[in-house]
């Protein structure tokens, strides 16, 4: 698959230490053939590719430390590129209530997605929410919507087989207006390929209801059928938005990378399960990590440079450069720092899945509250314990341990970890951290 290929390709050109046109040729090579094993459409990986390659023999390779790694991220940023780059959210700007047309072959998933998007305005963005089905061909499909409605606790308005879908669309839209709805969401019936019939019976549905989000439903695991399909209704419906679901099956990951070109229109959810659970914003730098089976490394290191007060880590670097001692102050300043990384699950949720396996038992609650009880003692020290932390004898312990609500062992655990950081410092001291910690500030 694509994950497996593409990290082949990225363990051989890590390990490169230069870059040369002949190398960048075999990469490009590689990332061409995994791209089109996972069903990506060609015109996608024609354009992919030229675009790497013009970046990949640009200066910022040929002048980086690591040029490997320098191209890995060159792939990473035009993968999520293809797939969007931002992360972007159902539009809701319009006098309620706000309706959402589905759109998509039969099986693609649109009454399953129409119970999660429920959910989620109803759940997540607190809107009071309708739902109603105009597929009067398959009297299930009805009943469907009428279960995943109920599951999603939204309103669900009948209809029924002899009706018309946009008869059916507008005595909805009626009742959601009467009833001050917030959301209607107009769930439709799919064929199994793209016949003329269907087009015009969605047309005519989009023409009635006039919606402020025409979503487009398909299937992750179509591959480079999902070009075609993409397509057609693209050309046939102003299509402002694509779910992409079955993401959690083994799908090659060919319809991610070729139906946000192939449209022009973002994909702002995905499908990750059958249940109204599995449903979840779209970030095009995380399916791009996960396609490159690095999980979310090359955003992560992005963040901790973000995370990093750049003053702050000027300043310790300056004060080790002096020689002056490292104090409770700059290991208290070191744990606010990781704090603002987003906390441990955040770190551990951007890992890339090879390294977490069998690290199930990581219990990044109980570390993050481990965190906070450290940083609790350290403030219930004065400023002159936390400069000269010898001054801390027993009464003093006492006194902080009483402070911060802890055991005095636990004070002492802290101190003996400050002891051994400090150790540490000393030993780095000759200017080796102090450099480090300015690049990890983002400066020079
Ligand atoms: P529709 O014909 O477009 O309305 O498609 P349905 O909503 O009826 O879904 C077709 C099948 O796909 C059902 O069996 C769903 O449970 C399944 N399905 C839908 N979305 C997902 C998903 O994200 N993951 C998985 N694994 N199955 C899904
Ligand atoms: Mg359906």
């Known amino acids: 698959n694509l994950s497996d290929r593409l990290t082949r390709v990225v363990k051989t050109i890590t390990g490169e230490a230069r870059i040369t046109e002949a190398n960048t040729q075999e990469m490009l090579r590689e990332v061409r053939l995994a791209l089109l094993e996972a069903d990506v459409a060609l015109p996608v990986v024609k354009d992919f590719i030229s675009q790497v390659k013009e970046r990949a023999l640009g200066e910022e390779v040929l002048n980086s430390l690591t040029p490997g790694q320098a191209l890995v991220g060159i792939v990473n940023e035009q993968l999520t590129k293809l797939m969007g780059e931002k992360t972007e959210d159902i539009n809701l700007a319009a006098q309620p209530p706000v309706v959402i047309l589905m759109a998509g072959l039969q099986g693609a998933g649109k009454t399953t997605t129409t119970g999660k998007l429920a959910k989620y305005l109803k759940d997540t963005l607190k809107k009071k929410v309708m739902t109603v089905s105009a597929d009067v061909y398959r009297p299930a499909a009805i009943e469907q919507l009428k279960t995943v409605s109920g599951q999603a606790g939204a309103e669900f308005f009948p209809s029924n087989i002899d009706q018309k879908p946009v008869d059916i669309a507008l005595a909805a839209l009626n009742h959601a207006k009467r009833q001050f709805f917030d959301v209607l969401i107009v769930d439709t019936a799919g064929r199994l390929g793209i016949d003329e019939a269907m087009m015009n019976e969605i047309k005519a549905l989009h023409a009635a209801v006039n919606p402020t989000e025409t979503l487009f439903v398909i299937d992750a695991m179509l591959g480079q059928d999902a070009a075609n399909t993409a397509k057609a209704f693209n050309d046939a419906l102003p299509?402002?938005?694509?779910?992409?679901?079955?993401?959690?099956?083994?799908?090659?990951?060919?319809?991610?990378?070729?139906?946000?070109?192939?449209?022009?229109?973002?994909?702002?959810?995905?499908?990750?399960?059958?249940?109204?659970?599995?449903?979840?914003?779209?970030?095009?730098?995380?399916?791009?990590?996960?396609?490159?089976?690095?999980?979310?490394?090359?955003?992560?290191?992005?963040?901790?440079?973000?995370?990093?007060?750049?003053?702050?880590?000027?300043?310790?670097?300056?004060?080790?450069?002096?020689?002056?001692?490292?104090?409770?102050?700059?290991?208290?300043?070191?744990?606010?720092?990781?704090?603002?990384?987003?906390?441990?699950?955040?770190?551990?949720?951007?890992?890339?899945?090879?390294?977490?396996?069998?690290?199930?038992?990581?219990?990044?609650?109980?570390?993050?509250?481990?965190?906070?009880?450290?940083?609790?003692?350290?403030?219930?020290?004065?400023?002159?314990?936390?400069?000269?932390?010898?001054?801390?004898?027993?009464?003093?312990?006492?006194?902080?341990?009483?402070?911060?609500?802890?055991?005095?062992?636990?004070?002492?655990?802290?101190?003996?970890?400050?002891?051994?950081?400090?150790?540490?410092?000393?030993?780095?001291?000759?200017?080796?951290?102090?450099?480090?910690?300015?690049?990890?500030?983002?400066?020079?």
């Open 239 to 444: 299509l402002t938005g694509v779910v992409l679901t079955k993401m959690d099956g083994d799908s090659r990951g060919g319809a991610a990378l070729s139906v946000r070109q192939i449209t022009g229109k973002p994909i702002k959810f995905m499908g990750v399960g059958e249940k109204l659970s599995g449903f979840e914003r779209f970030h095009p730098e995380r399916v791009a990590g996960r396609i490159l089976g690095m999980g979310d490394i090359v955003s992560l290191v992005e963040e901790a440079k973000k995370g990093i007060d750049q003053a702050e880590a000027e300043k310790l670097a300056k004060k080790l450069k002096s020689g002056k001692a490292f104090d409770l102050n700059d290991f208290l300043a070191q744990i606010t720092q990781m704090r603002k990384l987003g906390g441990l699950q955040g770190l551990i949720d951007k890992l890339p899945s090879q390294l977490m396996k069998g690290a199930g038992q990581v219990d990044a609650n109980a570390a993050e509250k481990q965190i906070k009880r450290t940083e609790a003692i350290i403030l219930s020290m004065t400023p002159m314990e936390r400069s000269k932390p010898d001054l801390l004898k027993a009464s003093r312990k006492r006194r902080i341990a009483a402070g911060a609500g802890v055991q005095v062992q636990e004070v002492n655990r802290l101190l003996a970890q400050f002891d051994q950081m400090r150790g540490m410092m000393k030993s780095m001291q000759k200017g080796g951290l102090a450099k480090m910690m300015r690049k990890m500030g983002g400066g020079k």
